[in-house]
T-cell receptor, first 110, second 120 residues
Framework: QSVLTQPPSVSEAPRQRVTISCSGSTSNIGNNAVNWYQHLPGKAPKLLIYFDGLLPPGVSGRFSGSKSGTSVSLAISGLQSEDEGVYYC???????????FGGGTKLTVL | QVRLQESGPGLVQPSETLSLTCSVSGVSISSGNYYWVWIRQTPGKGLEWIGSFFYTGSASYTPSVKSRVTISVDTSKSQVSLKLSSVTAADTAVYFCARGRDGYNGVDYWGQGTLVSVTS
């Protein structure tokens, strides 16, 4: 069981917009920033979003992150087939004194 | 271009020590701007942070493996190592090496991961 809760899967048609949620508690998301990672088949996981909503250099503006209380969301607009993969949220946890992750959400582009 | 590549035995016997190496290229492993992280992924528990090693020489570990784990850095070889002793089947996982960076709120680069199975 992962400390952060994500839906196991989401799906949407090409060119549409999808959101992936991630919920936690006051010891992690509620008190610390969140990163999002994209894990495409056969590749190393990649940083998509850091500090809740910032994009690293080279990451498409189709990705965006938001936060409200103890939950965060990742939005992907203009879906493309190459976006298919698994998306993870991550946050520092003050109780564990370490990093915690969501269980991952598998994105299928229909 | 930053590259992290994990290597090590794919099979480890129960009760023995799991040893993995992460070869780092494209960045100075001794830079104070980064720290080095091991993360594993199991079918049952998902992604689990194992521990981090800082340029000061200190390390922190997740409580569940703290008594069995050591992360270290060999700057001469630009390698990060992971040693996990007294392994059981529960330690079967894909092990990822990663780079941490405070300015990016944690891990900003990952290796591709390596599967380690604990079995007799």
């Amino acid at each position: 069981q992962s400390v952060l809760t994500q839906p196991p899967s989401v799906s949407e048609a090409p060119r549409q917009r999808v959101t992936i949620s991630c919920s936690g508690s006051t010891s992690n998301i509620g008190n610390n920033a969140v990163n999002w990672y994209q894990h495409l088949p056969g590749k190393a996981p990649k940083l998509l979003i850091y500090f809740d909503g910032l994009l690293p250099p080279g990451v498409s503006g189709r990705f965006s992150g938001s936060k409200s209380g103890t939950s965060v969301s990742l939005a992907i607009s203009g879906l493309q087939s190459e976006d298919e993969g698994v998306y993870y949220c991550a946050s520092w946890d003050d109780s564990l004194n370490g990093w915690v992750f969501g269980g991952g959400t598998k994105l299928t582009v229909l | 271009q930053v590259r992290l590549q994990e290597s090590g035995p794919g099979l480890v016997q129960p009760s023995e020590t799991l040893s993995l190496t992460c070869s780092v290229s494209g960045v100075s492993i001794s830079s104070g701007n980064y720290y080095w992280v091991w993360i594993r992924q199991t079918p049952g528990k998902g992604l689990e942070w194992i521990g981090s090693f800082f340029y000061t020489g200190s390390a922190s570990y997740t409580p569940s493996v703290k008594s069995r784990v050591t992360i270290s850095v060999d700057t001469s070889k630009s390698q990060v190592s992971l040693k996990l002793s007294s392994v059981t089947a529960a330690d079967t996982a894909v092990y990822f090496c990663a780079r941490g960076r405070d300015g990016y709120n944690g891990v900003d680069y990952w290796g591709q991961g390596t599967l380690v199975s604990v079995t007799s």
